[in-house]
């Protein structure tokens, strides 16, 4: 069974920085493409960013790009997600994904003074 | 960006009633490997999306065979023959063909 537990979020104040992870478990974690997609409480679905299975290819939202770095660790089979410079408007619940088919619980970051 | 227009963002349907949902593109979404990358979501109340349809019409293992998706292009719809209590949540449809991937606004789905 596929399974993605997000972790690492929380309140922090503007132009700080959070890294959220994710353990995946349950498949071979090196073959798949990895994504962060978040959800502003009550609101729609924006994709975020996303990670080849091999590290390679990366691409970035582009509110979020030059700010957020996405990575991963195939030997620990976890993706990280580094936000810098946060903003109140990236305040949402950030899901991790396993290509389009299985999503994480979601940890909430909130940045406010 | 490819824009997704869902309608409606509203469904009030009664038990046992069909349902249908459209999903529109700004951008054809065939892929240049011929694939066609427009899912359907599910979240209900409290709960991550779930995926319900992938690749216009296939549906996800252990997906209700009521739930079913068409269509071509840019223009796309999901349906369901009979609305149960469990249908009840938020539908996106979902472009995976271009970067970014983007979601539609999401159609509610209540029971009348």
């Known amino acids: 069974e596929v399974q993605l537990v997000e972790s690492g979020g929380g309140l922090v104040q503007p132009g700080g920085s959070l890294r959220l992870s994710c353990a995946a478990s349950g498949f071979t974690f090196n073959l798949h493409w990895m994504h962060w997609v978040r959800q502003v409480p009550g609101k729609g679905l924006v994709w975020v960013s996303r990670i080849s299975g091999d590290g390679s290819s990366i691409n970035y939202a582009d509110s979020v790009k030059g700010r957020f770095t996405v990575s991963r660790d195939n030997a620990k089979n976890t993706v990280y997600l580094q936000m810098n410079s946060l903003r109140v408007e990236d305040t949402a619940v950030y899901f991790c994904?396993?290509?389009?088919?299985?999503w994480g619980q979601g940890t909430l970051v909130t940045v406010s003074s | 960006d490819v824009l997704m227009t869902q309608s409606p963002l509203s469904l009030p349907v009664t038990l046992g009633q069909p349902a249908s949902i459209s999903c529109r593109s700004s951008?054809?979404?065939?892929?240049?490997?011929?694939?066609?990358?427009l899912n359907w979501f599910l979240q209900r109340p409290g709960q991550s999306p779930r995926r319900l349809i992938y690749?216009?019409?296939n549906r996800d293992s252990g997906v209700p065979d009521r739930f079913s998706g068409s269509g071509s292009g840019t223009d796309f719809t999901l349906k369901i023959s009979r609305v149960e209590a469990e249908d009840v949540g938020v539908y996106y449809c979902m472009q995976g063909t271009r970067w970014p991937h983007t979601f539609g606004q999401g159609t509610k789905l209540e029971i009348k």
């Open positions: 994904l396993r290509n389009a088919d299985s």
């Open positions: 951008q054809s979404l065939v892929s240049s490997d011929g694939n066609t990358y």
């Open positions: 690749r216009v019409s």
